[in-house]
């Protein structure tokens, strides 16, 4: 690709690929800006945000540099040419310019050390002269944390230091030029030439004292990372078709785990707009039970065990915590966060606000949760595992609720204001009491599930009655509604319907929700968003399960083209021109490509 030139100091949401250690993630525009970079933890407040504040944001650069090679004769618009790849099978960017003068890589990490995430964060970016000579530059320049602290460099007799509210930073570099430490950034320049190698690294910690790593560690701790982002990709079990893009997302989905307590984020940022209007601006930094349950149904379905595990174990101590009302979402340390939204002095993306800390819908009542959790269970007793006696009758106690909740109005996957009769919802629940009845039948749960089988059974007669139009041909959205929503296409995965009344639904829904190989939300949702990127995935995969193969392949075809250049997806896309919106990455877009692929290919 050529180099994009900013707009306003921004780039296309496409241009970011992301970087992470198991406890925060970077991103990375292709033009070599860290635009987004919180430190220590992934929902930390970001020392570095141009992706939100191109001004006072702040942001890590390392680039050819432009103003040289325009002063060699270099047209940098047309002849410097950008290719940037992920290392194979690790969250380690490569990135590679090529000029008329020359050509050099750049891999950036946030590193790991021997044995997982550093006691401290580490991000380093080394520089490989391949032909010729390439003058380049960097800059260190912290943000106002989402224009909540000042930074400043204090001069110690290790090197200039980086204050930032609780946050200290230091620069480490090795053959990067000399140091300019202005009042609130450092920076440099030098030349890389046939063969020569370079570091630069940025080293943080917050609330604790300031580790100063030699470049030799970092370097040994690039090398450590690409080492554990394989072992784990090859503990894997796949082998189909789409393989690349397998493996890219369950690494997405490994980037976005908090390894300190196996939660899962729903995604890397807070407050990307989901339309070009603003007011759609949600913070995602949070790990929701319902993304944390499908992830663990991708990586059972993979054969992955360790992650499993530590998430399997989470997600069920959490709900045995909070029973029998399941918390929609909780921070990545697992505490339940206030429902309450606050709007940061922030001007956004592109100027689409607000910038917002916190989400509304962490005390909604969300019934399809149920359903995520005793399918999540059920997956792993059939991974060959035992449930312990405590979480066996904490599910019995959920499926005793469940048999009375049911028949509320919830605020649907949605997480809309609105509450009503949800058919998706209701589905929901019926998974929930489908699977608790099974675990009962195996010995797995105590108690008698006479109950919970009735209870089953009037969930599916309501769903024909209240759920299901005749005229539509189509399951609708909610009780009394002609509307449709494309979230009920996960009921063919859940195994609630895969004939042909899940058939004829899926082509109602391509019809008025569909632009291409894209669905909108549900009905209306072409006025005020993007399209949602894991419906389209949703859509494969209940077109194979409804035995509509060839299809089904067209279908995951046309979604993975739209991948960006490192095969990353955001929350949504935009029709009209295929741009990128929203929240990134995102792991339910990445999760849905993950369970079409595994689904066509019969796993």
């Known amino acids: 690709m050529n180099l994009e030139d900013r707009r306003d100091g921004y780039v296309d949401l496409r241009s970011y690929a992301a970087i992470g250690n198991g406890r925060t993630v970077a991103l990375v525009a292709h033009d070599g800006s860290v635009d987004w970079f919180p430190v220590p933890d992934l929902d930390s407040s970001p020392v570095f945000a141009r992706l939100l504040d191109a001004d006072h944001g702040g942001c890590i650069e390392l680039h050819p540099d432009r103003e040289a090679l325009a002063a060699a004769g270099v047209d940098v618009t047309t002849e410097l040419q950008i290719h940037r790849q992920y290392v194979q099978g690790t969250n380690v960017l490569s990135t590679t310019y090529r ?46 944390m989402l224009n909540t602290a000042s930074p400043w460099v204090q001069q110690t007799d290790q090197g200039p230091v980086v204050r930032v509210g609780e946050v200290s930073l230091a620069v480490r570099g090795e053959n990067i030029g000399v140091h300019d430490a202005g009042p609130q950034a450092i920076s440099g320049r030098f030349a890389s030439g046939e063969a020569t190698e370079h570091l630069l690294a940025v080293v943080g910690t917050s609330a604790e004292p300031l580790r100063l790593p030699a470049t030799h560690a970092i370097r040994r701790n690039v090398d450590l990372s690409v080492d554990l982002w394989r072992r784990w990709t090859d503990l894997l079990e796949y082998d189909g078709p789409y393989g690349d893009e397998v493996r890219r997302s369950a690494l997405v989905l490994k980037l976005l ?17 989901e339309n070009r209007e603003g007011t759609k601006n949600y913070d995602y930094r949070f790990a929701w039970i319902r993304d944390a349950t499908y992830t663990l149904h991708a990586l059972l379905r993979l054969d992955e065990q360790e992650d499993v595990h530590a998430a399997v174990s989470w997600l069920l101590r959490l709900a045995r915590q909070q029973q ?114 099974a675990l009962a039948e195996r010995g797995h749960l105590p108690g008698t599930d006479d109950r919970w089988r009735d209870e089953r059974d009037r969930i599916r007669a309501w769903i024909e009655e209240h759920g299901w139009s005749e005229e539509r041909g189509a399951y609708v959205w909610y009780r009394g509604s002609e509307e449709l929503d494309a979230s009920v296409l996960l009921h063919t995965i859940s195994g609630f319907d895969t004939g042909p009344r899940m058939s004829s639904t899926i082509d109602a829904l391509r019809e008025e929700l569909g632009r291409g ?87």
């Open 324 to 437: 029998p009302r399941l918390h929609v979402l909780n921070r990545l340390n697992g505490h339940v966060p206030e429902a309450v939204t606050t709007e940061l002095e922030v001007p956004g993306w592109r100027g689409i606000g607000p910038v917002v800390a916190g989400n509304d819908a962490a005390d909604q009542l969300q019934l399809g949760v149920y359903g995520d959790i005793f399918d999540m269970a059920t997956l792993y007793v059939d991974g060959g595992n035992v449930l312990d006696a405590e979480t066996a009758r904490m599910l019995s106690g959920l499926a005793d609720a469940v048999c009375d909740l049911w028949i509320r109005p919830d605020a649907g996957m949605w997480e809309l204001p609105e509450h009503r009769h949800y058919t998706s919802s209701k589905m929901g629940c019926w998974v929930a009491l489908d699977r608790a009845i």
């Open 257 to 273: 785990e908090h390894d300190p307590s196996g939660s899962i984020a729903a995604a890397a940022t807070t407050s990307l707009p």
């Open 517 to 603: 190989p894209l669905l909108f939300r549900y009905s209306g949702m072409d006025a005020e968003e993007g399209t949602f990127t894991a419906c389209g995935f949703w859509c494969a995969a209940a077109l194979a399960l409804v035995g509509r193969r060839t299809e089904a392949r067209e279908q995951m075809d046309a979604m993975l083209a739209l991948a960006n250049d490192v095969g990353l997806y955001t929350e949504m896309i935009d029709p009209a021109d295929d741009s990128f919106l929203g929240n990134t990455p995102q792991a339910l877009s990445h999760l849905a490509l993950l369970v079409a692929a595994l689904t066509l290919n019969g796993q």
């Open 99 to 144: 000029t008329p003068v020359g050509s050099v890589r750049v891999t950036d990490s946030v590193n790991m050390g021997s044995t997982g995430a550093l006691p401290w964060t580490e991000l380093a970016r080394c520089v490989e002269g391949l032909a010729g000579e390439v003058p380049m530059r960097w800059r260190v320049v912290p943000g106002t």
